[in-house]
C-alpha cells in the first residue's frame, strides 16, 4: 500500500512516529552535544577548557595603539552619533 492510500488513522500512526524519532534524536545530539565537544577541542589541541597563566610574560612588548571610534548607522534612520572622543591612544608598556 502507497503513503497516499493510508487511513486517517494510518497518517496519524505515521505522523507520530515520526514526531517521536525527531523528539528521540533531539535528545541523543543534545546528550552527545557535550561529548562532541570535548572530542572536536582535544582534537583540535585547545583542551576545551580556559588556559590560565601561571606565570607573567616573559617578554613585554612596547606598543602604541590608536582606537577610533565609529558611529555608523543605517542611512534610512534618522539617528546621528559623533563620538565624544573620535580617538585615543593607549601605550601598552
Do not use: E, Q
Not at 562532541?36 to 612596547?62: I, R
Amino acid at each position: 500500500m502507497s503513503a497516499t492510500n493510508l487511513s486517517p488513522a494510518g497518517r496519524t500512526h505515521n505522523t507520530a512516529l515520526t514526531c517521536i524519532g525527531i523528539a528521540a534524536s533531539m535528545l541523543g545530539l543534545a546528550y552527545a552535544s557535550v561529548l562532541l565537544y570535548n572530542l572536536f577541542y582535544t582534537v583540535m589541541g585547545f583542551g576545551g577548557t580556559p588556559m590560565l597563566a601561571s606565570a607573567p610574560a616573559s617578554k613585554m612588548l612596547d606598543r602604541t595603539l590608536t582606537i577610533r571610534f565609529d558611529a555608523n548607522v543605517a542611512p534610512n534612520l534618522r539617528w546621528r552619533f559623533t563620538p565624544k572622543t573620535p580617538s585615543i591612544t593607549v601605550v601598552a608598556t
